[in-house]
C-alpha cells in the first residue's frame, strides 16, 4: 500500500482577515514524524506575531502550542477565554492550558490560512455566547450566533455588513437577546428558541444603524434617532417585532439641541440611565442630562473638544458617576494621549483636564475602584477616582487585558499569558505562553522528550498536550532537519501569502511534498449579476487613467473639496495597515483646513493637486484656457506650500473629473501630468441626485463588492472624503478597513500614484506634450 503524504491542506477562510507575510523558520525534527517549527507574520492591518506549532507527519496532526493575545475575550460563563490573532481564534482554559481549535471558528491548525488583521466580534455579558459574520463576500457575509459551551452554530441573518468601526451587534445586558443592523435598519434577535420569529420581517425594529443604539444599565437599551433619546427595555423589542405599527418606540428620555447622524456620531449612557455623552463629528465631546423633555440649549452644557491629532476616543464611566474621555492622538504626531474627567454626580459639572494617562486602551473594575491601561509601554493600574498609579505591573509590551472580577486580570504580554491577582502580583499565574524565542526537544537518554520553551526568560515544558510548566535547566537536544524517515527544508515560495514553506522528504521511500498545500488560490467571491456600475470604459489616451496590466499594484486617491470628514479615521486605518496613499488636495479644503493639509504630509502620503476652488472647470461659464489653468495649479501650490510647508507632487485631476484634451493639455504645459481613473465608486453620489436624477445610490458594502470585482492590476480607486451636502446612508471611507482588507487579502500592494506611475513602463499614457 503506498503510503499517504504528510501534507496538511489548508482552506483560505475569510474569517481571518487581510493577509499579511508568513514566514516559517527554526525546523526541528525528531522522533521519526515529530516536527517543530514557527510561523511568523506581519503586515494586513495587525500586529507583527508568532506562533510556535508542533506538527506529527505520520498523522498529518498539527497543533500551536502558543497563542499571541492581540485581543481575548471570555467565554463559557468565564471558564474559557478565547484569543483571537493572525493565526485564528484559539480556546484556552481560565485555569491554563495549550490553545485548542474552538468549535465553529476558523484557525491555522483547523485548516485555515494564517495572515493579517482580526476581525471584530462580540461576546454575551454572561460569556455564553459570541457572535462573528462569516463572509459571504468581500464586504458582507452571515451573522452567526456561536454557543460557547456547544460549538452549536445558528445563522441569525444573511447580507450582514462586516465588520468596520463597529460590530453590528449589540448584547442586552441580560443576555437574553441582542439588536443587528443591516441595511441602515435595526433588527431585534433574543436566543430563545421558542419566542424566535420566524421571519426576519418580524424582527425589525427601525431605522438607524447599530451606534445609533446603546446599551444601558439592567434590560434597557438607548436609542437616539434625530435629536430625540428613547429608553426601550429589551422585552419591549420582542412585543415591537410583532406589533410595531401600533406600539410606540418606547419612552422619551431626552431631546437633544443637535441632530444626530450616525455616520459621523456616537454617544455613551451613564451606568444610572441618566445622562449620556455625545461625540458630535468625532471631535466634539458634550455631555447632557437626561429625563427632561424640553431641549437642553447648546452651549449651555458641559463640552470639550478633542484636538486635530486625535484618532480615537474612549470613555470610563463608573457607578459612582465620575466620566473620563480619553483622546488618543494619531501615530508620529507626538500628540500622546489628554485625559479629561466630568463628575456627573455633583451639580453643575465641568470638565477638567486630567494628568495623561500611560497608554489608550484602557478598561474599568467592574466595581469602579480602579482602571488598568496597557500598550507598548506596560501594564499599569490606576486608582479611577483619585487618578493616581498604584502599580505597574509589566514595562513589557501588553496587548489586551481583561478583569475577571475585581481583583484579578487577565494580561496578555508579548511572550505570555497571565492571571495577575492584584492582591499578590508575585503570584501570577501562567495560562499559555504567547512567543517563544528559543525552543526544542528535551535531551534524554531515552531519545528526544518533551517540548521546550523559552520565553520571558525562563524555560518551560510540556509533553504537547499538557500546559506549559517551569523548567530549571533542561537538557535541549541540539536541532535537526532529518529523521530516521524524513528530512524538512524550507523552500522560497512563488505566491504572494508565504515567503517561504516548509518542505518534506520522504527518505524512507519516495517523493518530496510541502508541508501546507493550498487546493485553491486566494478565494474570490462571485460579483452581483448584471453589468458593474463601479467600472469606467477605457479612458482618452491624453489621461493617466491606471497602472500597468498583469500585476498585483494598484492605487487608493482619496479626494478632498472642502471637508475633512473621514479623514482621522481614513489616515488610521492607513496606518494600521502601513499603506501609503494618495491624497487630492482642493484649494477651498486646504484654506479651510490647513492643519489637515500638513497632517497629511507629516504621515508620509503622497499629496496632489485637485486646482485652487471645487469648479467644474467643464462649465460654459468659466473661460478656461492654458493661463487659467496654469494659475490655478500655482495658486493650490502656494496654498499647501502656506498650510505643510511642503510641495505638492506634480500631477492633478480637474474637480469632479470634469476634463478636456485642452484641460490636459494646458496642465500639462504648467508640468502636470493629469490623472483619470478606470474605476467609479460611486461614492461622490448623494441622496438628492439619487432621487433627482434616478441614478442608483449603492451602500458601503455594495461598492467594496463592486471595486473588487472591477479593480485590475494598475487600478487607480477614487474615493471621496468629507460629508456630502445632500447626505448619504453611509460612506466608503467609514469602510475603509474592510476595502483594505480585501485588497491585501487577494495579494495586492496598494501604493501612492507616483509609485504606480514609477512601475509603469514610462507610463502606459502619453501626455499631451509627449504627443
Excluded at 41 to 47: H, I
Excluded at 311 to 324: F, K, P, Y
Excluded at 588 to 597: G, L, N, S, T
Aim: proline letters at 6%; charged letters at 20%; one cysteine or more.
Amino acid at each position: 500500500m503506498k503510503k499517504k503524504t504528510p501534507v496538511f491542506v489548508l482552506f483560505l477562510l475569510l474569517s481571518l482577515g487581510a493577509w499579511g507575510k508568513i514566514r516559517f523558520s527554526g525546523l526541528d525534527i525528531a522522533g521519526g514524524d515529530r516536527l517543530l517549527f514557527t510561523a511568523d507574520s506581519r503586515g494586513g492591518g495587525a500586529e507583527a506575531q508568532g506562533a510556535l506549532f508542533y506538527a506529527r507527519l505520520d498523522s498529518r496532526s498539527l497543533s500551536q502550542l502558543s497563542a499571541f493575545p492581540e485581543k481575548m475575550e471570555v467565554l463559557g460563563r468565564g471558564k474559557i477565554l478565547l484569543v483571537h490573532n493572525a493565526f485564528g481564534s484559539l480556546r484556552i482554559p481560565v485555569t491554563g492550558g495549550l490553545p485548542q481549535t474552538f468549535p465553529g471558528f476558523p484557525s491555522f491548525t483547523g485548516g485555515a490560512l494564517p495572515g493579517g488583521r482580526v476581525e471584530t466580534t462580540s461576546s454575551s455579558p454572561d460569556g455564553r455566547w459570541l457572535l462573528y459574520v462569516d463572509p459571504s463576500s468581500y464586504a458582507r457575509g452571515a451573522l452567526i450566533l456561536l454557543d460557547g459551551e456547544t460549538g452549536r452554530r445558528f445563522s441569525v441573518s444573511a447580507e450582514i455588513e462586516r465588520p468596520g468601526r463597529f460590530f453590528p451587534a449589540l448584547w442586552s445586558a441580560d443576555s437574553r437577546g441582542f439588536l443587528y443592523s443591516k441595511g441602515g435598519r435595526l433588527y431585534f434577535y433574543t436566543v430563545a428558541a421558542q419566542t424566535l420569529p420566524p421571519d426576519e420581517r418580524y424582527r425589525l425594529i427601525g431605522e438607524g444603524a447599530i451606534n445609533s443604539v446603546c446599551r444601558g444599565s439592567g434590560e434597557d437599551f438607548y436609542y437616539l434617532r434625530g435629536s430625540t433619546v428613547y429608553r426601550i427595555r429589551s422585552d419591549e423589542f420582542f412585543l415591537r417585532t410583532l406589533y410595531r405599527g401600533f406600539l410606540d418606540m418606547g419612552t422619551v428620555a431626552g431631546r437633544l439641541p443637535l441632530e444626530f447622524d450616525p455616520n459621523f456620531d456616537s454617544f455613551w449612557i451613564a451606568p444610572d440611565g441618566l445622562s449620556l455623552v455625545l461625540c458630535k463629528g468625532g471631535r466634539n465631546i458634550l455631555y447632557y442630562p437626561l429625563g427632561i423633555e424640553k431641549e437642553v440649549p447648546y452651549g449651555s452644557v458641559p463640552a470639550i473638544m478633542a484636538g486635530r491629532t486625535a484618532s480615537r476616543i474612549g470613555v470610563l464611566w463608573s457607578t459612582g458617576g465620575i466620566l473620563t474621555i480619553l483622546f488618543d492622538s494619531a501615530p508620529g504626531s507626538g500628540g500622546g494621549v489628554m485625559a479629561y474627567r466630568l463628575n456627573t454626580a455633583v451639580p453643575s459639572p465641568a470638565f477638567e483636564t486630567l494628568e495623561s494617562p500611560p497608554a489608550f486602551s484602557a478598561g474599568l473594575s467592574p466595581d469602579g475602584k480602579h482602571a488598568v491601561f496597557w500598550g507598548k509601554n506596560g501594564l499599569f493600574l490606576y486608582d479611577y477616582q483619585s487618578w493616581t498609579l498604584s502599580a505597574r505591573f509589566s514595562s513589557d509590551p501588553v496587548y489586551s487585558c481583561i478583569w475577571l472580577g475585581n481583583n484579578e486580570l487577565v494580561l496578555g504580554g508579548r511572550e505570555k499569558i497571565e492571571r495577575l491577582p492584584l492582591e499578590d502580583p508575585a503570584g501570577a499565574k501562567l495560562l499559555c505562553l504567547a512567543s517563544v524565542s528559543r525552543y526544542g526537544f528535551e535531551d534524554s537518554p531515552e531519545g528526544p522528550g518533551r517540548i521546550l520553551g523559552f520565553s520571558g526568560g525562563s524555560w518551560y515544558i510540556t509533553d504537547g498536550h499538557s500546559p506549559w510548566v517551569p523548567y530549571r535547566t533542561p537538557p535541549v537536544r541540539e536541532a535537526s532537519i532529518s529523521s530516521d524517515r524524513y528530512r524538512v527544508y524550507l523552500e522560497a515560495a512563488e505566491n504572494g501569502f508565504f515567503e517561504n514553506v516548509p518542505m518534506v522528504r520522504n527518505s524512507a521511500s519516495v517523493g518530496t511534498f510541502p508541508l501546507f498545500e493550498r487546493e485553491a488560490g486566494a478565494r474570490r467571491f462571485s460579483p452581483a449579476a448584471g453589468p458593474n456600475p463601479c467600472r469606467l470604459p477605457e479612458s482618452p489616451d491624453f489621461l493617466f487613467a491606471h497602472g500597468a496590466r498583469g500585476t498585483r499594484t494598484l492605487s487608493l486617491c482619496f479626494d478632498l473639496y472642502d471637508d475633512d470628514a473621514g479623514l482621522s479615521t481614513v489616515l488610521d486605518a492607513l496606518n494600521r495597515f502601513e499603506i501609503k496613499a494618495t491624497f487630492f488636495l482642493n484649494g477651498e479644503f486646504i484654506r479651510r483646513h490647513p492643519r489637515a493639509a500638513g497632517e497629511i504630509a507629516e504621515a508620509g502620503h503622497e499629496a496632489a493637486s485637485m486646482f485652487y476652488a471645487p469648479m467644474d472647470l467643464s462649465d460654459s461659464r468659466y473661460r478656461v484656457d492654458n493661463a487659467f489653468i496654469a494659475r490655478g495649479l500655482a495658486r493650490n501650490e502656494d496654498e499647501f506650500f502656506k498650510a505643510a510647508k511642503k510641495e505638492l507632487s506634480l500631477f492633478w485631476h480637474p474637480p469632479y473629473y470634469a476634463v478636456s484634451r485642452e484641460i490636459a493639455a494646458a496642465a500639462a504645459e504648467a508640468g502636470y501630468r493629469t490623472i483619470a481613473r478606470d474605476i467609479d465608486s460611486r461614492d461622490w453620489i448623494q441622496s438628492g441626485d439619487a432621487r433627482r436624477l434616478g441614478i442608483e445610490q449603492l451602500t458601503a458594502a455594495e461598492m467594496i463588492d463592486y471595486i473588487m470585482d472591477a479593480k485590475e492590476g494598475g487600478s487607480i480607486i477614487p474615493i471621496r472624503l468629507g460629508a456630502l451636502p445632500g447626505g448619504r446612508g453611509d460612506y466608503l471611507f467609514n469602510s475603509l478597513e474592510i476595502l483594505l482588507d480585501a485588497l491585501v487579502r487577494e495579494g495586492y500592494e496598494v501604493v501612492p500614484l507616483s509609485t504606480l506611475i514609477g512601475k509603469s513602463i514610462g507610463g502606459n499614457r502619453k501626455s499631451p506634450a509627449q504627443n
